[in-house]
């Protein structure tokens, strides 16, 4: 059994990594969060200690070491995204493995300087990439790469549209602050550009089209295929077949104009990144490096408006 501190407790995504360490057989010691209200964690681990401010929560992760013997070790980081880098360097320094939601941090040269405090400590950190577990996705890289054996040179076209709504609440928040989350693309964008990196290569070419509050879009040559893009958080702009069957998100890659079905599968997917990091087979600051590069490049492109080969989605924004 191992033992874990999370840190961003109250937090969207925070209960799939309770429900996933709960899963796998261990512990949660302790939780931080300036939020109280977390009555989740009796769902899963009601004996762990709460803290809603970090210096008390830091005491007691040293603290519990040094009168019981044992560490902490493992780290979970849901906390906003700008605060990744900080808790990552915090979970390294205690003596433990940091596990850290995407993105893993907003900026190449973060990844850099973590580089330098993995080999000071020794420790690991794992990012959580949960697209490269989903079957489907597991399934096109193994058919792609078998094609890309007998024609290297292939070069597919790809469209991916991912919309998935939000409310006035986003842009009051952190993650409707670019400056915290690292804006749309890196906020709900940075899982997609792994996969699509992960199974068609690197990127050559990085153009951005569009760029508002709720949507980014652009283009990306990758080494095995070009990719028209468009994000948003804005409801309008979910087909109208879609809003007819009540449904909020509208999620669609085409490949050479042939849908890729992965809308299920997601269930257990951080449950299965958490097995897999415990086995030795997480992915690390390596495997983060091309998608954070990505989307930190996006963010500080100027859009070149309606040119070229862009999304057909653009034409929606006015």
């Not at 893993?104 to 697209?131: A, C, F, M, R, S």
């Not at 153009?207 to 309008?236: C, E, P, Q, T």
Request: net charge negative.
């Amino acid at each position: 059994m191992k033992n874990f501190a999370l840190i961003g407790a109250a937090g969207y995504i925070a209960p799939r990594h309770m429900k996933a360490i709960k899963e796998t057989g261990n512990t949660l010691v302790a939780a931080l969060d300036p939020y109280d209200g977390i009555g989740v964690m009796d769902s899963y681990f009601p004996q762990a200690s709460f803290f809603t401010e970090f210096e008390r929560f830091d005491r007691f992760v040293d603290k519990w070491r040094r009168d019981s013997g044992n560490k902490i070790d493992y780290v979970s980081i849901c906390s906003p995204n700008y605060l990744h880098d900080s808790h990552i360097r915090f979970a390294l320094r205690s003596g433990a493995d940091a596990i850290s939601e995407k993105p893993l941090v907003l900026n190449p040269w973060n990844v850099d300087q973590l580089k330098v405090i993995e080999n000071e400590t020794g420790k690991k950190i794992h990012n959580i990439l949960q697209l490269r577990l989903h079957p489907a996705i597991v399934a096109l890289k193994e058919k792609v790469t078998k094609e890309l054996q007998n024609d290297p040179d292939k070069l597919y076209d790809i469209e991916l549209t991912y919309l998935t709504s939000r409310g006035k609440w986003y842009f009051v928040s952190w993650k409707g602050d670019e400056s915290k989350s690292g804006g749309i693309a890196s906020n709900i964008g940075v899982h997609f550009f792994d996969m699509l990196c992960w199974i068609f290569g690197e990127v050559e070419e990085n153009i951005v089209h569009l760029k508002s509050a709720d949507a980014n879009a652009g283009f990306l040559k990758l080494k095995n295929a070009n990719v028209r893009w468009f994000l948003s958080v804005n409801y309008n702009y979910i087909p109208d077949a879609m809003k007819n069957n009540g449904h909020t998100t509208f999620r669609s890659i085409t490949i050479d104009d042939e849908a890729i079905e992965f809308s299920g599968g997601f269930a257990d997917l951080h449950t299965k990144s958490y097995e897999e990091i415990l086995k030795g087979n997480g992915f690390g600051l390596d495997e983060a490096y091309g998608s954070i590069s990505t989307v930190s490049a996006i963010r500080n492109l100027d859009p070149i408006g309606l040119k070229g080969d862009y999304h057909p989605f653009c034409r929606l924004v006015k």
